[in-house]
Nanobody
Framework: QVQLVESGGGLVNTGGSLRLSCVAS????????MGWFRQAPGKQRVFIAG??????????DSVKDRFTISTISRDATKNTVYLQMNSLKPGDTAVYYC?????????????WGQGTQVTVSS
């Protein structure tokens, strides 16, 4: 199993920055990608950014050029993924969830953190 713990959310003014962190522990050697999703009130959870174990990144158009995802593999038992968020807008307000995946296709097994609230005031 994989456990994910997020941190770094909070309240920020428009134009401000935040950095979210997510520590993955457990069977981290089996992880092949990690990422961030967000869910605004009354809306579905949507993909924001992802990174594979070989460093390839992908972003939603809504955050491209403002958000940056990165990861550090500390050892065989822990892996940390970051989301640097700049030029924040009120529309970025949501609960942000860390995601880790192992397997692929029909064998894809996702894991989720508990979420961290990000609120951007106008």
């Amino acid at each position: 199993q994989v456990q994910l713990v997020e941190s770094g959310g909070g309240l920020v003014n428009t134009g401000g920055s935040l950095r979210l962190s997510c520590v993955a522990s457990g069977s981290v050697a089996s992880i092949n990608s990690m990422g961030w999703f967000r869910q605004a009130p009354g809306k579905q959870r949507v993909f924001i950014a992802g990174i594979t174990t070989d460093g390839n990144t992908n972003y939603a158009d809504s955050v491209k050029d403002r958000f940056t995802i990165s990861t550090i593999s500390r050892d065989a038992t822990k892996n940390t993924v970051y989301l640097q968020m700049n030029s924040l807008k009120p529309g970025d307000t949501a609960v942000y969830y860390c995601n880790a995946n192992r397997g692929a296709g029909v064998l894809l097994e996702p894991f989720w953190g508990q979420g961290t609230q990000v609120t951007v005031s106008s």
